[in-house]
């Protein structure tokens, strides 16, 4: 009698579990207006069991079933956009100063407004456009949207491959600059048409902050915008929702995602920070930012790879 109570009171709350997932995950589907048959449900709960694991850890940021949730890190970020180390400008030299205990170019109305790059798959062409157009205004010129479009277009090695540009900001230079993204548009798949449209702004090329260097990081984004590359391989990054993003399972070297580092702080908890800008739409992370761990050995490889335009 005994072990047949315990027996029913299992399969009881088994099937509560499971009742209380499927209407999770119908809510999820609706919110994010995805249909059930594009969806491994599986992925979906085994996220969802992440998730939930994650936040009840004490952890310094929180991770949330956001759009990305019915996916792993690998369907989101492609083999093809990993970055091997190269140099791709002249050196940045570290000049003697002390930057500001906090920066946020944002404040300054320097940085145009998150974009999502959707299937696009090509991180790199929006960081850079948006580190151009940042480098504009702070110059004195009017804050545009740059076109990513336009350097994924007529930059890329191979167009429509989804690999990076080995030098995005002297190849806007050698075009001729950079134009608008309202202005730029596509006649044809991956073949460049900047002939049709006025760019509203050049520079020169780009320089490199010298590689892991975290404090020449800081005294590069005191004067403006710069452009990293980091490991985004981890269901950590893929459902960020807020706080100090630290993940001890990033490497230094495995590159294969490109944001914009817009300035820095520190939290009330005193955990310092990187304020970086993604291309995933202002519904993910803290309205399409994410704050990550700042000198903390390089974390996610932060200062592997930055440069900027000049």
Sequence with gaps: ??????????????????????????????EQGISADSVDYETWKANLEYVEMHNRGGHSFTVT??????LTPKDLIKEVNIVRHQHTGDDHVVVDQVPPESVDWRTKGVVTPVRNEGKQESSHSFSAADAISSYIAINGGKLVEGSALEITDCCHYHPCSGRFVENAFKCVHDIGGLCAAAGYHREHECACNNATCTPFGTVNGS??????????????????????FVDANNPSFMMYKSGVYYEPNCTTTRLDHSMLVVGYGKASTGEEYWIVKNSWGANWGMHGYIQMAKNKNNNCGIASQADYPY
């Design 65 to 70: 079933m956001n759009k990305f949730a019915h």
């Design 1 to 30: 009698m005994f072990a047949t109570w315990c027996l029913i009171v299992s399969i009881s709350c088994l099937t509560s579990v499971i009742a209380k997932d499927v209407v999770h995950f119908d809510k999820w589907l609706d």
């Design 207 to 228: 320089r490199m902050v010298p590689k892991d260097n975290e404090q020449a990081l800081e005294i590069a984004v005191a004067q403006q915008p710069v452009q990293v």
